[in-house]
């Protein structure tokens, strides 16, 4: 069981939006601005999509935004498009374990 | 460019060990961390443990320890992760990501290698 909790999977329309929640405790994602976001598409490797909750790195659409609030961080994703169909996970610090702990993933399909 | 290379594809028996080592160029390597994340097949991402490059401070998993070992060697810009007394449950593919130090961020990531492991 992932110590983060993600939605096996959501759907959209292009042109849509959609938001991916990562849903956590006050000793993780409540507790610090450090969640980040990868996207992965079959066999390759992530790619880092958002960091510190809300900073887009260059180069990634601003399409993509994150947000959080308590417990739970999210991944907005504005104006779907085909290539955004991939899996998406979140990755926050956990004091209880003094470790990192991933979500369990998301997959998002463009209807 | 910064690249992460690593080694390629084992086999290994149960009850064996495997190396898999993860090359840096493009940056300066003792200024980051490396940390390593595996991927069991159809399944999610899991965090293994890092190495802060600078000074070889390592932190692993609870799940991991005692099991896994990450070293590097700056003369040759290159991450190295032994992981001991395989199972079954470790076929896997093994990333190594970059890391600056005092974020959770991974900025680059290696491409990947699948350790199987099976008699």
């Known amino acids: 069981q992932s110590a983060l909790t993600q939605p096996a999977s959501v759907s959209g329309s292009p042109g849509q939006s959609i938001t991916i929640s990562c849903t956590g405790t006050?000793?993780?994602?409540?507790?610090?601005?450090?969640v980040s976001w990868y996207q992965q598409y079959p066999g390759k490797a992530p790619k880092l999509m958002i960091y510190?909750?809300?900073k887009r790195p260059s180069g990634v659409s601003n399409r993509f935004s994150g947000s959080k609030s308590g417990n739970t961080a999210s991944l907005t994703i504005s104006g779907l498009q085909a290539e955004d169909e991939a899996d998406y996970y979140c990755?926050?610090?956990?004091?209880?374990?003094?470790?990192?702990?991933f979500g369990g993933g998301t997959k998002l399909t463009v209807l | 460019q910064v690249l992460l290379v690593q080694s390629g594809a084992e086999v290994r028996e149960p009850g064996a060990s495997v190396e898999v080592s993860c090359k840096a160029s493009?940056?300066?390597?003792?200024?980051?961390?490396i940390h390593w994340v595996r991927q069991a097949p159809g399944q999610g991402l899991e965090w293994m443990g890092r190495?802060?490059?600078?000074?070889?401070?390592?932190k692993y998993s609870q799940k991991f320890q005692g099991r896994v070992t990450i070293t590097r060697d700056t003369s040759a810009s290159t991450t190295y992760m032994v992981l001991s007394s395989l199972t079954s449950e470790d076929t896997a593919v093994y990333y190594c990501?970059?890391?600056?130090?005092?974020?959770?961020?991974?900025?680059?990531w290696g491409q990947g290698t699948l350790v199987t492991v099976s008699s």
């Open positions: 493009g940056y300066t390597f003792t200024s980051y961390a």
């Open positions: 006050n000793s993780d994602v409540g507790s610090y601005d450090l």
């Open positions: 190495i802060v490059v600078g000074n070889g401070d390592t």
């Open positions: 510190e909750g809300t």
């Open positions: 990501a970059r890391n600056p130090v005092g974020t959770i961020t991974f900025d680059y």
């Open positions: 990755c926050s610090y956990a004091s209880s374990s003094n470790s990192l702990v």
